[in-house]
């Protein structure tokens, strides 16, 4: 008997040892018990709603929540099971509310969300039905866009920026999708906000945006609304859950099917301000400043004044006062101002005529949003620059920082070849500091050096009159011979050959170059499809892993154009037959204005991005190895 309790005690003491396990996690998120007033309440006068949950929960990213049409004076606060809703604005007559958490609601002790929870109500006698649905994509690369903020408005706002209230408001997901449920029928205009506060109002020069080009019809569509349960379930019990978010995934496919159906897709692109157009202004070296625009700007528009400094005015203005008061003082004073003891010595003052000697160029960059702006007085270091663009101006203060004072005299006027080594069917292109003035290449010269077969290298000289000169750019030319393949170069030019606007000559310069063979590059074949008869067109082979910003090669074509077929349909082949290897892929955007440049669009003007086309795989080039691709856009 003993052995027998002493062994129940054992196995006791070893039970009591043991962590209790507590079951299972509850991984389910909470569900919706009871509310009031109840979910879909018409002729809704309230303002409180209390929404009771099968467990304790807790609020969090409240700022999150959608309310839509938007309210201003609105809060939510949590207790134990139940979540209060305060609604302290004025509603609009017969109009349907909905109120979308997101995932502000959740499980007290694992933090389980409720995700996209949606309480309904109306202040008029039926609940509206219709809905709207879409995707936000960015206009450069594609890409969806999260966390945007979409509106809705029944007619397009007259002014710009919009300061109409929109008449529903949502919010993309992580997919770039949206959907609008229980709104009026009707056709709406859409617009898009990246923005992070979700305000709704647009700032076109910081935030990005989208817009309908038309207006979207609402379709016949009821979102499922979320389930209850009985107080009689399990906590754990997952099943109704699961249900509804087979219905909720069923009903967004739905959706973007619809979508898809209607082609209802917006494009992120960065507007811009026809009155904000400076961006930044920047003191590169001493005599040098490059400006930087949201937009680019009309040439014709823009004007530059180069003024004093406030600063410098203002030491000025107090020296002269001085002056004035000593003027009526005695002898002594005029003779001691005269000797120079005085701080306020007229030789220590900031020049103020320099403005009338200053002599300034305007430089654009390859860069369409940059302009250069270089002047010949160096020595200024404090200055007061007003830009006015048309009806507009604009004006900066800009003080030299120690660092551009001690940088590389960009002012200076030098010559650089753009690049060491190129193609024998390419131009040597010679680029310079400051816009040339004066070309004069009778002195120069030019040389080849080869290798024998015996390994002798020797010197050949090359007639300057059988290398064609063409200027390209204010600041480049380009210079055309027969290179031969393989072979090294040199150019010698002396002072004589160039100048700049200011009448200075470049130093004596030697470029050393080479031309390379063809073998080590690989060609690549890329046939068209689908391009539309008529349209302008750009396609752009770019280096696949700079996120498309790296153009190696660009074309124009025309849709329409080419005789060959494909698959029953027009097939316009492209060449590249010169690739250094390496990763790269395609890119095509349709170009209307034929500037071969790809265009963001403008809000004002109803002018949408140029749209971009993707080619869905990466090229590995070889060296001496030919590609054929075949690519149908649509």
Excluded at 342 to 356: H, I, N, V
Aim: charged residues 25%.
């Amino acid at each position: 008997m003993l052995l027998v309790v002493m062994a129940g005690l054992a196995v006791s003491c070893a039970n009591y040892s043991s962590a209790p396990t507590g079951g299972p996690k509850d991984l389910a998120p909470p569900v919706l018990l009871k509310a009031e007033p109840p979910q879909g309440t018409v002729g809704f006068t309230h303002d409180k709603i209390n929404l009771t949950f099968d467990e304790f929960v807790v609020l969090q990213k409240t700022d999150k929540i959608i309310v839509s049409p938007p309210l201003e004076r609105i809060s939510y606060s949590s207790n134990l099971k139940t979540v209060t809703v305060l609604i302290e604005d004025s509603l609009a007559e017969g109009v349907t509310y909905s109120i979308n958490f997101k995932d502000a609601v959740g499980d007290l002790h694992e933090s389980t969300p409720l995700r996209d929870f949606t309480y309904v109500f109306s202040t008029g006698k039926t609940i509206d039905s219709g809905f709207l649905s879409g995707i936000l994509l960015d206009a450069f690369d594609n890409k969806p866009v999260k966390e945007a903020s979409v509106l809705l408005y029944a007619q397009i706002p007259s002014e710009y920026p919009p300061a109409t209230p929109p008449a529903y408001v949502s919010v993309t997901d992580a997919e770039g999708f949206f959907t609008f449920s229980h709104i009026k029928e009707g056709c709406y205009h859409v617009l898009a906000i990246a923005e992070e506060s979700h305000d709704y109002q647009l700032n076109p020069v910081e935030e990005k945006m989208a817009f309908s080009e038309d207006c979207w019809q609402t379709q016949a569509f009821q979102a499922p609304v979320l389930f209850s349960k009985s107080a009689r379930q399990k906590e754990s019990d997952t099943a109704i859950r699961a249900a509804y978010d087979t219905a909720l995934q069923r009903a967004k496919r739905t959706a973007f099917g619809a979508a898809e159906e209607h082609n209802h897709r917006l494009f992120l692109y960065q507007d811009w301000q026809e009155d904000v157009f400076l961006k930044e202004s920047k003191w590169n070296a001493r005599g040098e400043i490059l400006l930087t625009w949201y937009y680019k700007p009309d040439s014709s528009t823009l004007r530059y004044e180069f003024l004093p400094s406030y600063a410098d005015e203002e030491i000025v203005a107090q020296a002269q006062k001085a002056a004035d008061t000593l003027s009526v003082e005695g002898k002594r004073d005029r003779r001691s101002r005269r000797a120079g003891t005085r701080p306020a010595d007229t030789a220590e003052l900031p020049d103020l005529t320099w403005p009338l000697r200053l002599r300034m160029l305007e430089i654009a960059q390859d860069d369409p949003l940059q302009t250069k702006l270089w002047f010949n007085n160096y020595a200024v270091d404090d200055l007061r620059l007003v830009i006015h663009n048309g009806e507009y101006a604009d004006t900066v203060e800009l003080t030299l920082p120690m660092s551009a004072a001690r940088s590389k005299d960009t002012t200076a006027f030098r010559v650089s070849a753009q690049a060491s080594t190129f193609l024998h069917t390419d131009s040597l292109v010679l680029g310079f500091t400051l816009p040339l003035e004066e070309i004069d290449l009778e002195q120069a010269r030019l040389y080849q050096y080869f290798t024998d077969e015996e390994n002798r290298k020797d010197t050949t000289e090359i007639d300057m009159r059988n290398v064609r000169v063409e200027r390209i750019h204010p600041q480049r030319i380009s210079l055309s011979y027969a290179w031969k393949q393989g072979a090294a170069y040199q150019l010698f030019l002396p002072p004589t050959c160039f100048s700049d606007p200011f009448g200075r000559p470049i130093d004596t310069t030697f470029l050393r170059f080479s031309v390379s063979d063809p073998l080590n590059f690989g060609q690549v074949a890329v046939s068209l499809l689908g391009l539309e008869e008529g349209k302008n067109y750009v396609l752009q082979m770019v280096n696949a892993t700079s996120n498309y910003k790296t153009v190696l090669f660009q074309r124009s074509l025309q849709g329409g154009a080419g005789d060959a077929e494909i698959d029953g349909k027009r097939a316009q082949t492209v060449e590249f037959p010169y690739v250094k290897p390496g990763s790269v892929t395609f890119v095509l955007f349709e170009d209307p204005n034929n500037d071969a440049r790809w265009d963001v669009g403008h809000y004002p003007a109803r002018l949408q991005p140029e749209k971009r086309y993707y080619f869905p795989k990466t090229l590995q080039v070889e060296a001496d190895w030919r590609i054929e691709e075949t690519w149908d856009i649509e």
